[in-house]
């Protein structure tokens, strides 16, 4: 089978319903600009990529595919992260066109595609001689997992260049997988939830029905305890409940995000509104109560997985980086089904405050979690070591379980894709950067340069570069954060302001979102962080840093004084704080010590993304309130 190569299937989007609220805009539509988030692709073009190619080859992931199987190295799911690897390059060649990036993108293809077996089965980890026999460990292999990389990778390519290797390669894979897991076959499901939305979108690209009918199935088998009992229970693998009547996101975090958004690709593409009312009420409740003020998701360490409702410790956070991507992937969908701007909410500030946190300023290091309080000191990983993927206490350059920086690559190569949508009636902007638009719509083409300094500054000026003769709709979303906004001027409340007319080549239209450091309290049911606050600016987390801090006050001595207003300055938010003196060393409690007695410190803030940039420091977000 080959795909049909017209611009609807070359579309450059991660993500293509066959309907919904909005349409999504692919990298031929948008460009990033010189800004915040062009700064950070170009780091992971020039950088990243090259890195996580190295690490996968000194590794031994990469000679998987043509070593013997008693050579082989590294975890089960290695595989997956050579397929991740290829869908960043398949995105960035669909916006740079890098002809040296192209060279090593099909030599990684063909690599790949040499080890698969006739019958499409692809996997270095089983069914050879001296392995575990294919599909022999469901719960833990994650065979269907790296088929769903696999496949995602190979969307990529055909979204941006058409069919190669790598996609007749994905093809072969997805029909053996239809062979094996259909309706007369397996019976069960991976543990790991990604084959899901990657059969929806192969579906979209091919139009092969059976695609379609076998990510629902394995939707349609989750939850009824296809896979064996675990001490962790059932909820890890979202085997517990099926989806259609769970309330709440369960379980490990990036399972349950991806599981979500395979979900909502299968009741667009069916026209299940009982399942998409399912995921839309398991999302809605998850962020009132299981979401850190980052937008990171997951508090448990030991399984990776959401705590119960309000359980939020910012010292135990885990906020893995690949359910901050996961959480994207299943807010964009919902977004795009609804049109409703509090998904695209808490996708910028899982991006201002996850995805920006992970990597280092260089790109070559990263966060696998992200905590919002450390206590002690980290140390620097050696930078030609393996580091452990949760004990890392500063960012490291590889690790044993690397499926983060894998996926930050194929998020930050395609994120020009999530700023914008179209419908019949205009353009939206869901995510503020330095860009060009171009967009197609029923009364004519579009285009528009967005300039602005965003987050820094909250002024957005979008200019009508070209604009049919007939009227059309500019819907800006307004954030929840974003009191005392204005739009050319005149007040606009949090949400959604629309403008519609005849827009005329030249004219500008100014959003001025009003930035200023605020104070933030959590709901009183999140115990770990009652009587503290946080301090936020637009979208942005701000945190306290020891390195900012004299060296005779301790970063836990701090006690913020929410009567004195937040200031700018020194590149941060200045805070007045109190600093509490300690117990006595020998018994950790007292009486309250009087605010009289205490000294006060003026203290500056940074942005939570750019912590442990400056060495190893204590850091926390939540400060107490003096």
């Known amino acids: 089978m080959t795909i049909n190569e017209a611009p609807a299937t070359v579309s450059g989007v991660p993500a293509l319903p066959s309907h919904g609220r909005l349409r999504p805009l692919g990298l031929h539509e948008v460009t990033l600009r010189p800004g915040f988030w062009q700064r950070r692709q170009d780091v992971n073009r020039s950088a990243t990529l090259a890195h996580i190619e190295h690490w996968l080859d000194r590794a031994g ?19 997956s992260e050579i397929y991740k690897l290829l869908e960043a390059m398949a995105w960035e060649l669909g916006r740079t066109g890098d002809p040296g990036l192209e060279q090593r993108y099909r030599a990684i293809v063909r690599r790949v595609a040499a080890a698969q077996e006739p019958d499409g089965y692809l996997n270095t ?20 997992y790296c088929y ?9 390519r055909a979204r941006t260049f058409g069919t190669d290797e790598l996609v007749e390669v994905a093809i072969r894979a997805a029909d053996h997988v239809c062979d094996v897991f259909g309706p007369d076959g397996i019976a069960s499901i991976c543990g790991h939830p ?29 939850g009824h305890g296809r896979l064996p009992e675990i001490e962790f229970d059932r909820s890890y693998f979202q085997d517990d409940v099926p989806i259609r009547t769970a309330d709440v996101l369960r379980g490990h975090a990036v399972r349950a995000t991806y599981l979500s ?7 667009i593409e069916t026209g299940d509104g009982e399942l998409l009312n399912a995921v839309t009420r398991q999302w809605r409740n998850t962020v009132a109560r299981r979401t850190y003020l980052t937008g990171g998701m997951g508090s448990r360490h030991q399984d990776e997985a959401f705590g119960d409702d309000f359980v939020l410790p910012p010292d135990r956070a885990y906020s893995e980086t690949c359910a901050g991507v996961g959480s994207i992937m299943l807010s964009w969908r919902l977004l795009l089904a609804h049109g409703d701007p509090r998904y695209a909410d808490l996708i910028e500030r899982t991006l201002f405050n996850v995805i920006a946190t992970a990597p280092s300023g260089d790109g070559t290091r990263f966060f696998y979690t992200n905590t919002l309080h450390r206590r002690v000191l980290g140390s620097e990983p050696a930078a030609d070591e393996l580091a452990p993927r949760s004990d890392s206490t500063m960012r490291a350059p590889w690790f044993g379980v690397s499926c983060c920086p894998t996926n930050l690559a194929r998020t930050f190569a395609s994120l020009a894709a999530y700023l914008a949508t179209s419908d019949d009636d205009g353009v939206q902007l869901h995510q503020y950067a330095a860009a060009s638009l171009r967009i197609g719509l029923p009364q004519g083409t579009v285009a528009l340069e967005i300039d602005t300094e965003y987050p820094a500054d909250g002024r957005i000026a979008i200019r009508i570069v070209e604009a049919p003769d007939t009227p ?18 005149l007040a606009v409340p949090p949400g959604q302001a629309r403008l519609r007319r005849r827009f005329a080549a030249g004219d500008t239209v100014v959003l001025d979102l009003a930035i200023r450091p605020r104070v933030t309290a959590a709901d009183p049911r999140v115990d770990a962080v009652r009587g503290c606050v946080a301090v936020e600016r637009g979208p942005v987390v701000y945190c306290a840093e020891s390195v900012d801090l004299p060296p005779t006050v301790a970063l836990d001595t701090l006690r913020v004084d929410p009567a ?4 700018d300055g ?15 060393q020998e018994w950790p409690y007292a009486a309250p010590a009087p605010e009289s007695s205490m000294k006060s410190l003026r203290v500056t803030l940074r942005p939570y993304h750019d912590w442990a940039e400056r060495g190893p420091s204590t850091m926390r977000v939540w400060l107490p309130r003096s």
């Open 564 to 567: 004195v207003p937040l200031t």
């Open 61 to 79: 992931w990469l000679g998987n595919f043509s070593s013997a199987p008693h050579e082989r190295r590294g975890r089960e799911f290695s595989d």
């Open 148 to 156: 769903g990389h696999l496949i995602q990778a190979a969307v990529a």
């Open 261 to 267: 958004a395979g979900a909502v690709d299968v009741a």
């Open 125 to 144: 980890n089983f069914g050879r001689h001296g392995q575990q026999p294919r599909y022999s460990d469901l719960e833990w292999g994650h065979e269907l």
């Open 570 to 584: 020194d590149g941060g938010v200045v805070v007045s704080c109190r600093i509490v003196t300690p117990t006595d």
């Open 472 to 489: 059309w709709t500019l819907t800006l979303r307004v954030p929840h954060w974003a009191t005392g906004a204005t739009l050319d001027g």
């Open 194 to 222: 990604e084959i899901e939305p990657a059969l929806v979108e192969l579906y979209r690209v091919t139009g092969e029905a059976r695609y379609l009918e076998q990510a629902k199935l394995f939707i349609d088998r989750r």
